[in-house]
């Protein structure tokens, strides 16, 4: 159903919102760029909506007749899924069918040609450009860098792409060939998303309403299947580490324990295909992100999110003390070698090498209280 009448209460008034059209697609490019978050929800898993990191507007695509083709935003999601977004207005008649060939020239050859340290470079580029980097956007996700540059390098091989239509106005016909293309296409997801823009009679600002185009429940369902990812709480995730590490089982729970009842802190839910949690803490007032757990069978792991810390006001003396008094635990010397140059990642260390003699972990919730503790 469209909602075709919005309205917006202003000191108890009900205001009547006037619908507005974009004056040039170049105009909807620049917003997205700019604010990705208005179409990160399309997607096919569920969940709440993943942040996009822009690679670059207008990538260039290579063609194997020498051809470049240039998409009008290249993002890559916090899972490393490559997010093709082309922009058309309603008035534009490559709406209806061309812009679907041009979407999947887009793809097939971008999977083909484009390599994950040419991404990295140019992701790098662009969020200098705007001021800001890309280990802060893996830090605000509780991603660690280089691994997500892994999955970045793995979808690409595997074929997982998003792929975006965004427009004022998705056409029926449209609409009917992005739900076809998702139900035939294994590895790749294909979504519609119709951007209204609104504003206020009096003045005050603009409103955007992302609608999502062709996320049908089955398809969903296949997809989310296909993905293998699960989302762990507490339960789920120590079900899963007793079975396939019981001996990292009990340093996990010392580990949770401690940041729950000690540093008052709070433990998030982890999505992915193997088991983790996350430890937020209080801190000059917010709550921040400070561990990564990992229920990961061959290698149980646990991470710092230094960055994190320092963008929260943790100074770098601080946290050069929390790496000081545990380096005499070879496995953390060796893991945190050098972040002290920027600290600026989460280097996940194997728990049962670290700790393995208790007195180290009881070292280490020490130095953890000393860092973020009240």
């Avoid at 998705?170 to 519609?192: D, H, S």
Wanted: hydrophobic letters at 40%; aromatic letters at 8%.
């Amino acid at each position: 159903m469209e909602l075709d009448r919005i309205f917006f209460m202003v000191d108890g008034k009900m205001e009547l919102l006037s619908p507005q059209s974009f004056p040039a697609e170049v105009v909807l490019q620049e917003l997205l760029a700019e604010h990705p978050a208005v179409i990160a929800g399309a997607r096919m898993t569920e969940g709440p909506a993943a942040a996009l990191l822009l690679v670059r507007r207008e990538h260039a695509v290579r063609t194997g007749t020498g051809t470049v083709l240039r998409p009008d935003h290249l993002f890559i999601d916090p899972e490393g899924v490559p997010v093709i977004v082309e922009v058309k207005l309603v008035t534009n008649s490559e709406i209806r069918r061309e812009i679907v060939g041009q979407m999947l020239d887009y793809a097939a050859n971008g999977l083909h040609y484009w390599r994950v340290d040419e991404l990295r470079s140019n992701a790098t580029e662009t969020a200098s450009l705007a001021g800001t980097s890309v280990a802060s956007f893996l830090a605000e996700e509780g991603l660690d860098e280089d691994e997500f540059w892994r999955k970045v390098e793995a979808n690409l091989k595997a074929g997982a792409i998003r792929m975006i239509f965004v427009a004022d106005s998705i056409p029926k016909e449209l609409e009917a060939i992005i739900e076809y293309l998702n139900k035939e296409l294994k590895t790749a997801e294909v979504l519609g998303v119709e951007v209204r823009k609104y504003s206020r009679p009096s003045g005050g600002g603009d409103m955007f309403i992302p609608t999502v185009v062709g996320k049908t429940a089955e398809v969903v369902a296949e997809k989310s299947a296909a993905a293998g990812k699960a989302e762990w709480d507490e339960d789920s995730f120590f079900d899963a580490v007793s079975q396939s590490s019981p001996q990292a089982e009990p340093i996990f729970r010392k580990i949770v324990e401690y940041t729950r009842s000690t540093l008052g802190g709070e433990i998030g839910r982890g999505r992915s295909s193997q088991p983790h949690l996350q430890g937020w803490v209080p801190l000059a007032g917010t709550s921040v992100w400070l561990w990564r757990m990992s229920g990961n069978p061959r290698n149980p792991s646990f991470g710092i999110n230094f960055l994190y810390l320092r963008q929260r006001g943790v100074s770098p003396e601080r946290l050069q003390t929390f790496v000081n008094e545990l380096s005499d635990i070879p496995s953390l010397r060796a893991t945190w070698k050098g972040v002290e140059a920027k600290w600026n990642y989460v280097n996940q260390f194997p728990v049962l090498e670290a700790f393995s003699d208790e007195a180290n972990l009881d070292l280490f919730l020490g130095a953890l209280n000393g860092l973020v503790g009240p």
